[in-house]
Structures are given as C-alpha cells and as structure tokens.
C-alpha cells in the first residue's frame, strides 16, 4: 500500500526538576545545597530512509513520545537524560506544523536528519542558587516540558521527469519500456492508483529519475479525481513529458486535453505552469490516419513545444526522445550548481523557532488579558515550581529585572488583569493600589482598635 500523508502527534521529553537537598553528615554543621540537576528530556528526530518510499508505517500509530529527563537527586547527583526518539521517514517528506501551518522540515537529501521537537532542558538543583546572602536556598528548578507537535507528514516524490497526461494515454507502458519498473497496466481509466519511479540509464553515469503519476482530469487544483495527491507529486519535478494519446481510440482530442491538463498545473501552481514540457503523441502503432496527427504536431510546435512521435508498446521514437530529456536535464543541473547554495530549511526554521532568549514581547490579547511572549520568559516560567513561595519570589524579581512589569504598565495593565505567560496565568497585582489597600486596611483596622499588623478577617 502507497500512502503518501498522514497526521501524527510528537512529543519531545520533559525535562527532569532540579532537587532541593542539603549536606547532612555528622561532624558536618550547617551542610550547605547540594541538590543535583535534572536530566534533559529526549529529541524527536526524523531522519531519511533511503529503504522506504511510503508513510505506511505511521496511519496505524499517531502518537510518539521520547523520553522524560530523570529527576536530580541529594549530594549533586544529576537526573539522566532522556532517550532521543528516531523516526525514520522516507526521502522527500516535508513535515508541517497543523496549528500554524508552518513548514517545520522538508527532508528532500538522501541523508537528511532535523530535530523537529526539542526536548526540555533539566532543570537546576538548588546548589546552583547559592549566594553569599542566600546561603541555603529552599528551592530548585523544575524540568522544562518539552516541545509537542500536531504534524502533517507529506511525501513528495523526488523525481527528475514527471510523466503528465489524461488517464489511460500510456504513461505506465512508457516507463516500464525505458526503466525496469514494472507498474500495472491495463486498457481502462486510472489503472495506476500509486505513483511509480524508475531510473532511466541512458548511458553510463547518465541517468535520471522519472515518475508514473495517477492521471490528471480537468477540476484535479480542486482536488477532483486523484487531483491534489498528483499534483502534490508533480512539484519536485525539473521537466514534464506530456503524454498526448492520437490514437483516436479513446474519443478525445488531444490538443483540447493538452490545454485543460495545463490549465490545471496553472490553477494549481504558477511554478509548475512554468516547468518546460516535452510533448509526446503517442500510441501512433495504431493511428491510421497521420493528416491529424500532422495539424496537431505543427500547432505544438508554433507554440514552442518540443514534440516527438512515441509508441510506448513498440518503443518506437523513445530513444531520441529520452536523450533530448537527459540533455536538457543537464543543462538544468549545470545551472543549479552554479546557482548561490540555499541553507536547508529545517536549519532555518530551527533557528527562527529557537531565536534569542532575551527577546520578548507583551501586547494586550483581551479586554483584561495581557500575554507575554519569549522563548526565555516562557522558560523562566515554566520552569519555576509556583508551589514554592522561594521559588516565585526570585521569578518575580527576574521579571522585575528584565523590565516585563514596566511594559505591561506602559501598555495598560490594570489591578487584577490576568497576565499570560505559556499557558500559566497570573493576577496581575499593582503595588501602587496594593499600598493604598493595604494602608486602607491598617487605619480601619487600628480605627476599631486592633492591632494594625493582623490579617484583616474575610
């Protein structure tokens, strides 16, 4: 079975929290922190396999988790980090983000690894946050979670020559006669379901890939008939073969195909429209009449178009029309290696999501809800144990340090707003109002003659 996208699940591993531990030796007083580190959490890794050509193996399986970081431990013992997981996928996939739509990775080398979901870094022990001033601190770090991805896994074949045509005009008998594929062939409309590829050897270290795609039918950049899983295909492509049928045994009349099929691809793609074409009229073993074949093979070539005359079940005109294939696919391969190198997209995206951790950003969302974005005021968050007033404390006085309450004021934070950092709320309190409140609550409470420094009663 050919399967060619499907929707999973990733997640990274959690990275293990931090210990909150101290020396307690005999003879040793007063034994300073020495709580360990947390183990990192395990990657989510894909990799190309040249031996597969199919996403089969994950329709039955949507869900991948690598491992969590192991927790720190007393006497500086560090948690061990967690297990990468390795998914092998097969070459010319492109991973996309389903929440976003962003592209996370496209794999189109034949060695190609890209960590798509980072895991969590492990969180520090409480021996790390010893001062001078604070000598035992009562807390640590917890592990950051890691990174989880709704993911659409899509593959793209990597093919030199796209073979285009209408169902049924002969692309299966075409490849099967110029490479060793053995596609299933038969005398009715999309025989082929799956895509094929084959290797032409036109000579020694000449040679080029070409794929058998399901045919195209006028509506396909609608996704009508087999439509978006062939057009999919056809992107990667340097140069389409137009397979034209003049047999005249089907009823259609080729130059009327020729011009909906390229409609479509400009539908579709601008891109694709553009790619050159090479036209073939085939099946002329069974034409009997060539005053046709001769109109339609001077209108193509007015327009531009390379054609030659094919018979894909005699081989008949393939030879020259696969070295004027090969030809043109050198020049075209001579260009791209002069052209400037692209840095691969998945070191780009990796890049742009990781970003600078000093950098970030706070803008009202709601009437009442301020967010707080950065990769490093996420982490700071996310990695501090809310239950540990120690711990909260020296959150707080970071984000006081780094400035995120002086913008949320100059934004227009209120008293009791909720600000967002990552998922994790707080209520925003103004130590302006929380004076005079409290200053309020002194004076009554001294006013009916209690002590000023009780806790008001609810």
């Known amino acids: 079975m050919f399967v060619d996208e499907v929707e999973i699940e990733i997640e990274a591993g959690d990275g293990g929290s931090g210990s909150t531990s101290f020396r307690r030796e005999k003879y040793v007083p007063n034994g300073g922190p020495n709580g360990g580190d947390g183990g990192h959490g395990g990657d989510v890794i894909f990799c190309v396999n040249t031996n597969t050509n199919t996403l089969l193996d994950f329709r039955f399986r949507h869900a991948y988790q690598a491992d969590n970081g192991n927790d720190g431990a007393s006497n500086n013992k560090y948690g061990r980090d967690g297990k990468d997981l390795i998914l092998k996928i097969p070459q010319g996939t492109v991973v996309t983000d389903l929440d976003t739509g962003q592209v996370l990775a496209d794999l189109s080398a034949e060695n190609a690894v890209t960590i798509i979901a980072r895991g969590g870094i492990g969180g520090r022990g409480n021996s790390h946050f010893a001062t001078a001033i604070h000598q035992t601190p009562k807390f640590a770090e917890k592990g950051e979670p890691g990174e989880r991805f709704r993911v659409k896994l899509e593959l793209k074949l990597l093919a030199d020559v796209g073979l285009l045509g209408y169902p049924n005009v002969g692309k299966s008998t075409l490849i099967s006669a110029v490479s060793a594929a053995k596609p299933k062939?038969?005398?009715?409309?999309?025989?082929?379901?799956?895509?094929?590829?084959?290797?032409?050897?036109?000579?020694?270290?000449?040679?080029?890939?070409?794929?058998?795609?399901?045919?195209?039918?006028?509506?396909?950049?609608?996704?009508?008939?087999?439509?978006?899983?062939?057009?999919?295909?056809?992107?990667?492509?340097r140069i389409l073969i137009h397979l034209l049928d003049v047999s005249g045994l089907s009823g259609r009349d080729p130059l009327q195909d020729f011009e909906i099929l390229n409609r479509e691809l400009s539908l579709y793609s601008e891109t694709l429209a553009n790619l050159p074409q090479i036209i073939?009229?085939?099946?002329?073993?069974?034409?009997?009449?060539?005053?046709?074949?001769?109109?339609?093979?001077?209108?193509?070539?007015?327009?531009?178009?390379?054609?030659?005359?094919?018979?894909?079940?005699?081989?008949?005109?393939?030879?020259?029309?696969?070295?004027?294939?090969?030809?043109?696919?050198?020049?075209?391969?001579?260009?791209?290696?002069?052209?400037?190198?692209?840095?691969?997209?998945?070191?780009?995206?990796?890049?742009?999501?990781?970003?600078?951790?000093?950098?970030?950003?706070?803008?009202?969302?709601?009437?009442?809800?301020?967010?707080?974005?950065?990769?490093?005021?996420?982490?700071?968050?996310?990695?501090?144990?809310?239950?540990?007033?120690?711990?909260?404390?020296?959150?707080?006085?970071?984000?006081?340090?780094?400035?995120?309450?002086?913008?949320?004021?100059?934004?227009?934070?209120?008293?009791?707003?909720?600000?967002?950092i990552r998922k994790i709320e707080f209520d925003y309190a103004d130590d302006d109002v929380y004076d005079v409140e409290r200053i309020t609550a002194k004076t009554r409470r001294a006013n009916r003659g209690g002590d000023v420094f009780e806790e008001e009663e609810d």
Not at 196 to 206: A, K, S
Not at 293 to 311: A, F, I, Q
Not at 364 to 388: A, P, S
Not at 391 to 401: G, Y
């Open 280 to 420: 073939a009229l085939n099946k002329i073993d069974v034409l009997s009449d060539t005053e046709d074949l001769e109109t339609l093979e001077k209108e193509l070539k007015s327009r531009g178009y390379m054609v030659y005359r094919t018979s894909s079940a005699t081989r008949k005109g393939l030879k020259p029309l696969i070295y004027e294939v090969m030809e043109r696919l050198e020049k075209i391969r001579e260009e791209e290696i002069k052209a400037q190198p692209v840095t691969d997209l998945s070191v780009l995206i990796t890049a742009a999501r990781e970003g600078d951790e000093r950098k970030w950003e706070a803008a009202q969302v709601d009437e009442n809800i301020f967010e707080v974005t950065g990769r490093g005021v996420e982490r700071l968050v996310v990695m501090t144990d809310l239950n540990n007033t120690h711990s909260v404390t020296r959150m707080q006085k970071i984000l006081e340090r780094m400035g995120v309450y002086r913008k949320l004021k100059a934004i227009g934070i209120k008293h009791n707003d909720t600000v967002r």
């Open 185 to 237: 062939i038969a005398d009715y409309p999309f025989t082929t379901l799956v895509p094929n590829l084959g290797v032409v050897y036109v000579e020694p270290e000449r040679n080029f890939v070409m794929a058998d795609i399901p045919g195209l039918i006028e509506g396909a950049h609608e996704g009508v008939g087999l439509g978006h899983q062939f057009l999919r295909h056809v992107e990667r492509t």
